[in-house]
């Protein structure tokens, strides 16, 4: 598989996640006790699979392990509990602004620059941002959060592409979603622990949400991102809203006009910082032509 056909299908598949993930809510399970049992379970699943796989490990390689958890476990976090406000669609559209956080986060942490191209996008985004959020002179409290989460993942995105080798993939993998769960169990303490599923189903759709969109689309964008940068990874994973749109109106639901308004400037803002990048990737493919020798003047006499 190309590692942009297994960001896709992550996208694909973390788009239709939006809806067990509600029918969990709808059951009693709160944000954080999602998240506890998706990373844990996912992590000590795939530590069953291969134990000795942590200590292969290096410490730089631990600690990064480690910092990705926190990123990626904050950045789910702050997403589902926005979802607790806002509708699939809006924080579908509202989670990729990471493409625009992305290329920030690396210009900030790292002095990678960032163009005219981005700037713009990043106008885009927050025009989009804003439809989608501002009723009158309120801000949507749902809107903010999963914009702050999706802030978390642009900055486990770029801490991602700078550690993952073939070799650590399924190591930082597993690293991560221990790390992740366990700050998702301390986040649950407040709010009474951590809750389980009443229902058979509920617990059916929880094995997809562990096994499907945690074990197999984190290991496919660890491996993924090994080969292409953060900013690439960020654009390709904005195929999700495009996904939660299609997947609501299959199931029935309606999305509103403003969410559409809002999402649409958003995907713009995608679409800007996309065009940037395959012009860059054509100007440095096209070969420099070798310089001409200057010809020597002709002898007179």
């Known amino acids: 598989m190309a590692p942009a056909s297994a960001l896709l299908f992550s996208s694909l598949i973390w788009a239709f996640s939006y809806f067990p993930i509600e029918w969990l809510y709808g059951d009693g399970m709160s944000p954080a006790s999602l998240v506890v049992l998706r990373f844990l379970g996912a992590g000590v699943a795939m530590l069953a699979v291969r134990p000795r796989v942590v200590r292969l490990l290096g410490r730089r390689e631990l600690l990064g392990g ?62 989009g941002a804003g439809v989608l959020s501002l009723h009158g002179f309120a801000l949507d409290r749902g809107v903010v959060l999963t914009a702050l989460g999706s802030l978390g993942y642009a900055c486990h995105f770029v801490v991602l592409s ?30 009474g622990g951590v809750g389980l599923p009443h229902t058979a189903s509920t617990w059916g759709w929880l094995v997809f949400c562990v096994l499907g969109a945690t074990v197999l689309t984190f290991w496919l964008q660890a491996w993924a991102q090994g080969k292409v940068s953060a900013t690439r990874t960020a654009v390709l994973l904005t195929s999700e809203p495009v996904y939660v749109v299609g997947f609501t109106a299959l199931l029935g639901g309606t999305v509103a006009a403003r969410s559409l308004a809002g999402g649409a400037l958003i995907l713009a803002a995608v679409v800007v910082v996309e065009a940037d990048g395959v012009r860059r990737r054509r100007a440095l493919a096209t070969p420099v032509p070798a310089p001409v020798p200057a010809s020597s003047p002709t002898p007179v006499g």
């Not at 700078?162 to 407040?190: F, I, K, N």
Request: charged letters at 5%; proline letters at 4%.
């Open 162 to 191: 700078e550690l993952s080798v073939r070799e650590h993939v399924y190591g930082l993998t597993v690293v991560q979603l221990l790390v992740g769960g366990a700050l998702a169990a301390a986040w649950s303490v407040p709010g």
């Open 66 to 127: 480690a910092l990705l958890g926190v990123l990626l476990g904050l950045g789910t976090l702050l997403q589902l509990e926005g979802l607790t406000i806002v509708s699939p669609a809006v924080s579908g559209f509202v989670t990729t602004l990471y493409v625009i956080f992305t290329p920030l986060v690396a210009w900030v942490a790292l002095r990678r620059p960032v163009g005219h191209a981005n700037w713009i996008a990043v106008v885009l985004a927050l025009l």
